[in-house]
């Protein structure tokens, strides 16, 4: 089965790279976020380039769950702990004012938007709900603390910030990538200063966005070590009760529930890739008592980056590459990140001030504890004598029993049956 947001809907199709071209900005990557990069560079007057190795939104972005929300899991009391308050508003500010600009995007685009509460809930510890209600408060957001939610599970308490957003991400995304300059089928083979070299041919640039899911330059940031990948799953139920708003449980490997017209979205089963981890079997376990007359419609899985501080990376690629910028690290939070991703890079690239430049900036301080298990995972993956191999770093790959294919619990790269590559950051087939 696939997700919902691919059923029932028109591709949109672009066509290949044909001849040597140049551009003052190129984005490599049509998730999302590349696309949001695009639709931003070209509104503002600057010429811009979009190249995608296979068809727009053909990745992560068409499974997402399309949760619109300034909440991101129970994260401003960790902010304002770890990076004051300051720093903490001024990251609620890049999500709010994202919010905002899907809203106006929204408003002209028949994508099934729809203004919805959002809920950060806890199964257990109802002292983490109250200060993230505290946080929020301090920060001039109104949270409120709930003991009962619409679901059916029992709760230690929510938080719930009214006035978030749900929407159908493909026709979002096909809709302002109509009139935007795009070639599919084209992959980057090769990276130049100031020029790539791709299957079709080449392109001269001045600046370029690495909008890939996981970056694929390995020599330059150190993102092998400053982020992992989490896989997740997602099953539509038909005839299942309804529920309003968006709700996620505050630990990363709990559930999440929004609904989609008579469907309901579940998700869940999370772990890291690579790893072992609930699957749809802990999804398909919990519907079949909590909704024993629903029925599966829609399965499909998808996977995110996680960064070491929860922060997504933004900015220039690294320090010591000019003009080369990077939007990567959404920690789960695609949607939003990807229009604030836009949104920054846009001023960067014009030249604009922004005051949340140094909040997402992936030249930041690395020395986080999640660090550690990043470099454990990498040398055990490199060390561990067994085949197949992956081609991105040579790590130990483990078979997927679930999907069928075989994963990297290193960087999180997958691989088809056949060898076939499902998930960077590798960028070559398994041999």
């Not at 929204?106 to 919805?116: E, G, P």
């Not at 990276?191 to 392109?203: Q, V």
């Amino acid at each position: 089965m696939d997700s919902v947001w691919v059923q029932n809907i028109k591709v949109s199709q672009f066509p290949p790279l044909e001849k040597n071209i140049k551009t003052k900005v190129l984005i490599v990557g049509s998730g999302m976020a590349g696309i949001l990069c695009a639709y931003m560079l070209k509104n503002s007057g600057m010429d811009c380039v979009l190249v995608e190795a296979k068809e727009i939104c053909s990745g992560v972005t068409q499974n997402t769950t399309a949760k619109i929300s300034l909440q991101h899991g129970l994260i401003y009391n960790k902010l304002i702990n770890d990076l004051g308050k300051e720093k903490a508003y001024l990251y609620l500010k890049a999500q709010k004012d994202a919010c905002d600009e899907y809203a106006r995007i929204c408003k002209n685009i028949d994508c099934d938007f729809k203004t919805v509460d959002s809920y950060v809930y806890s199964l257990d510890d109802e002292l983490k709900i109250k200060r993230e209600v505290e946080a929020l408060s301090s920060l001039g957001v109104k949270a409120e603390l709930l003991r009962n939610v619409d679901l059916p599970i029992k709760i230690a308490g929510a938080v719930r910030v009214r006035n978030q957003a749900q929407f159908h991400p493909l026709k979002f995304a096909y809709s302002i990538s109509k009139e935007l300059p795009i070639y599919e089928n084209t992959k980057v083979l090769q990276l130049m200063p100031n020029k790539a070299i791709t299957t079709r041919g080449e392109i001269t640039f001045e600046k370029i966005i690495i909008a890939t899911h996981f970056p694929i330059i390995n020599k330059h940031g150190g993102y092998f070590l400053k982020m992992y990948q989490h896989r997740s799953y997602v099953i539509a139920l038909e005839g299942a009760d309804k529920i309003n708003g968006i709700y996620v449980d505050e630990n990363k490997k709990g559930m999440s529930f929004r609904s989609y017209g008579d469907l309901l979205l579940l998700g869940g089963g999370a772990h890291r890739t690579g790893k072992q981890g609930g699957n749809w079997r802990v999804l398909e376990e919990f519907a079949n008592k909590a909704y024993p007359s629903a029925k599966i419609v829609g399965k499909w899985a998808t996977q995110d980056c996680m960064t070491l501080d929860g922060i997504p990376y933004i900015g220039l690629y690294s320090q010591n590459t000019p003009n080369t910028y990077v939007i990567t690290g959404f920690n789960k939070w695609g949607m939003t990140s990807s229009m604030v991703g836009a949104m920054l890079l846009t001023d960067l690239i014009l030249e604009r001030k922004n005051s949340c430049t140094n909040i997402f900036s992936p030249s930041r301080s690395i020395l986080k504890p999640q660090l550690a298990m990043n470099i454990f995972e990498s040398l055990i993956g490199i060390i561990t004598p067994t085949v197949p191999r992956c081609p991105h770093l040579g790590c130990a790959l483990k078979y997927n029993r679930d999907e069928r294919s075989w994963d990297c619990p290193c960087h999180g790269s997958r691989f088809g049956m056949n060898g076939e590559l499902l998930n960077n950051p590798a960028t070559d087939d398994k041999k």
